[in-house]
């Protein structure tokens, strides 16, 4: 889509036209080739400090997902005392039957080694352990023992109890999966918040311009009522009006610079440039949409958006506390078992050989007996928090897709504007023109020019709006539905 821009030269004096010129003549040659909003855009997403924090997250995510998968896997672990000194007057019963409170030192040593797994299906663990042990005994009776268990083989495994690693996993599938999501979203947030400043610049650039020619076109009109009352052919009040528009539009200048200024370094802090870093923009001049399917876009919206993962991620969450609040509160068992060898002896060599079986076999039960309806209340609690997740989720499920459906008729609503803001502007400056040729050959008042240069800035200032409109409905209806409907495929 073209538009008539309010960059005339016939509306530029020829003292403007001349710093212009010398500007670009100062200008160096390398100066940096004006930036399209898609690329200022995909640099923000790139090296901006918004994006850096988003990427950030991500990876954050994605790391305690590595981290959790890595505890799935066989764990090797080295633990020990090196050593354990103890001193103290401990009592000693004699073969008499009398006590006598004696000093002893001891220092014990010891290393195991042990390889783990988990075991997902059951919840269950497995291990293999290695391990040896050194007890000195100071004083009287100095002696030192070694006690070895080359390898022990054990399980352990809970009955009637919840399966942690089995809900774990679940939540941190749903978990990873909405994270991914979240990051989408919020590069398009990214998308949008440098969409908008981009238009902040383009907005100041254009006022800053049309002020600049509402100064030469009312100092050229200035001048000439000067002479037109010099000669008695208008009255002193026009002569005054036409002063006091020029003295406005001298005002607005230096507040549209200023702007223009502020906007341009909000921006560079938004790409991360240097605050000296040269910065143009052009601004774009096709549109990609002017029509979105509702239903399509109801329908990525709730199969794209995070909103999806994280309310499934709700109910595993409600649907595990209420199987712990009614397994953790009832019958439950430990059985355990190992199987391995052992031997002792006062040398370390001798602590290997000759090894005897060792064994160790249990079952440990857990029954509540009174609980005074402790089962029962925290039983419907969780499915209190069940219900309210399952409405959490209808509501923002109809929610997400209200949202999405009202931002495709946004968009379309955008398009048409656009295109009427911009055949209006068109107009605005053509009537603007025909009424400023009028008024120099004395066809109509100073009051109606006037009134046609504030229609042409209205018309100016609804275009910009209009443009603005335009690609930030069409920003918010990617990051809603985190679908790109010009290309027709997810946004990844």
């Known amino acids: 889509m073209h538009r008539a821009i309010s960059h005339r030269p016939s509306a530029i004096s020829f003292t403007a036209l001349a710093g212009l010129i010398g500007l670009l003549a100062a200008t160096p040659l390398r100066a940096q080739q004006p930036m399209t909003l898609q690329q200022v855009i995909a640099l923000a997403q790139k090296q901006g400090l918004q994006a850096r924090m988003v990427t950030d997250t991500r990876d954050a995510a994605r790391w305690r997902d590595r981290a959790f998968n890595a505890r799935l896997m066989p764990q090797l672990s080295l633990a020990g005392d090196l050593p354990n000194y103890r001193r103290q007057i401990i009592p000693v019963t004699q073969p008499n039957g009398s006590t006598l409170f004696l000093p002893h030192r001891e220092t014990m040593s010891q290393l195991n080694m042990q390889l783990s797994q988990s075991v997902p299906l059951t919840g269950g663990s497995f291990f293999v352990q290695s391990g040896i042990q050194r007890v000195d005994v100071g004083g009287d009776q100095a002696s030192r023992l070694y006690s070895s268990s080359p390898v022990t083989v054990g399980f352990s495994q809970d009955i009637f109890r919840p399966n942690a690693l089995k809900w774990d996993a679940r939540e941190q599938d749903l978990v990873t999966a909405t994270a991914d999501r979240q990051y989408l979203e919020s590069r398009e947030d990214v998308a949008l918040t440098a969409a908008n400043a981009f238009f902040d610049v383009h907005s100041a650039r254009l006022a800053l311009d049309n002020a600049v020619a509402k100064v030469a076109i009312n100092d050229t009109l200035f001048n000439l009522n000067k002479g037109r009352f010099e000669v008695g052919k208008i009255g002193e009040n026009d002569l005054l009006q036409s002063e006091l528009a020029l003295l406005q539009a001298r005002a607005q200048t230096d507040a549209a610079?200023?702007?223009?200024?502020?906007?341009?370094?909000?921006?560079?802090?938004?790409?991360?440039?240097?605050?000296?870093?040269?910065?143009?923009?052009?601004?774009?001049?096709?549109?990609?949409?002017?029509?979105?399917?509702?239903?399509?876009?109801?329908?990525?919206?709730?199969?794209?958006?995070?909103?999806?993962?994280?309310?499934?991620?709700?109910?595993?969450?409600?649907?595990?506390?209420?199987?712990?609040?009614?397994?953790?509160?009832?019958?439950?068992?430990?059985?355990?078992?190992?199987?391995?060898?052992?031997?002792?002896?006062?040398?370390?060599?001798?602590?290997?050989?000759?090894?005897?079986?060792?064994?160790?076999?249990?079952?440990?039960?857990?029954?509540?007996?009174?609980?005074?309806?402790?089962?029962?209340?925290?039983?419907?609690?969780?499915?209190?928090?069940?219900?309210?997740?399952?409405?959490?989720?209808?509501?923002?499920?109809?929610?997400?897709?209200?949202?999405?459906?009202?931002?495709?008729?946004?968009?379309?609503?955008?398009?048409?504007?656009?295109?009427?803001?911009?055949?209006?502007?068109?107009?605005?400056?053509?009537?603007?023109?025909?009424?400023?040729?009028?008024?120099?050959?004395?066809?109509?008042?100073?009051?109606?020019?006037?009134?046609?240069?504030?229609?042409?800035?209205?018309?100016?200032?609804?275009?910009?709006?209009?443009?603005?409109?335009?690609?930030?409905a069409y920003y918010r209806l990617r990051r809603l539905t985190l679908y790109d409907f010009a290309e027709n495929q997810p946004i990844r």
């Open 257 to 472: 610079r200023l702007a223009f200024d502020q906007a341009t370094a909000a921006l560079k802090r938004l790409l991360s440039l240097p605050p000296d870093s040269p910065l143009e923009i052009t601004p774009p001049t096709d549109v990609p949409l002017t029509h979105v399917d509702t239903v399509l876009a109801v329908q990525q919206a709730l199969k794209n958006q995070s909103l999806v993962t994280s309310n499934e991620l709700q109910s595993v969450q409600a649907k595990r506390a209420l199987t712990e609040a009614k397994l953790n509160n009832g019958f439950g068992a430990t059985v355990s078992a190992s199987v391995g060898f052992n031997q002792q002896a006062s040398v370390l060599d001798a602590a290997y050989r000759d090894l005897t079986q060792r064994q160790q076999y249990g079952v440990s039960i857990q029954m509540p007996i009174v609980q005074w309806g402790n089962r029962k209340g925290q039983v419907e609690a969780a499915k209190a928090d069940q219900d309210r997740a399952t409405a959490n989720a209808r509501a923002t499920r109809d929610a997400a897709a209200e949202g999405a459906h009202f931002a495709a008729l946004q968009l379309t609503l955008a398009a048409s504007n656009l295109a009427l803001s911009a055949k209006a502007d068109t107009v605005a400056v053509k009537r603007f023109d025909v009424a400023k040729n009028r008024y120099l050959v004395g066809k109509i008042q100073i009051d109606n020019l006037y009134i046609a240069q504030s229609e042409r800035d209205g018309a100016l200032s609804a275009y910009i709006n209009a443009l603005r409109g335009y690609w930030v």
